[in-house]
């Protein structure tokens, strides 16, 4: 029996996920625009203050996507992470978790415009220190 569970699992959407994708189909795209602009915005954020880092930039232009992945001037992405949580403030993701050692995953949604704009600027101070700094 639990073998037909298994089976099924994987093939047939529950009767909630079917009903919020026939939801989502009915009201159409417009709510989402505004989301869609928000998240434009953060990202152009994120772009230009990043762009502006001696020794960092982002790979690719991160179309599709709600998050960076930053080149940083030190290789060890791990101890970067740490230390900007705790001297900064601000999470970020190692990019070896990503398969990408010496680089950073900087998530941009979810944040207002504000939360956002106040989040790089403090990711940007630790980026820009980094090039100084011995580990």
Same mark, same amino acid.
């Given at each position: 029996s639990l073998l037909k569970v298994q089976d099924? @699992?994987?093939i047939c959407p529950c009767i909630v996920s079917q009903r919020?994708? @026939?939801a989502a189909l009915k009201a159409g795209s417009a709510w989402v625009q505004p989301l869609?602009?928000?998240l434009k915005q953060n990202r152009q954020v994120v772009l230009d203050a990043i762009a502006q880092v001696p020794g960092c930039h982002v790979l690719g232009q991160c179309q599709g996507a709600i998050?960076?992945?930053v080149k940083l001037p030190v290789e060890d992405d791990m101890r970067v992470v740490e230390w900007l949580?705790?001297?900064h403030h601000v999470a970020v993701i190692p990019g070896s978790a990503c398969g990408m050692p010496g680089h950073v995953r900087v998530a941009y949604a979810n944040l207002?415009?504000?939360e956002c704009q106040e989040a790089i600027k403090r990711l940007c101070q630790g980026l820009a220190e980094l090039k100084d700094k011995e580990w």
């Open positions: 099924t @699992i994987p919020a994708a @026939i869609v602009a928000d998050y960076a992945m949580a705790h001297t207002g415009l504000e």
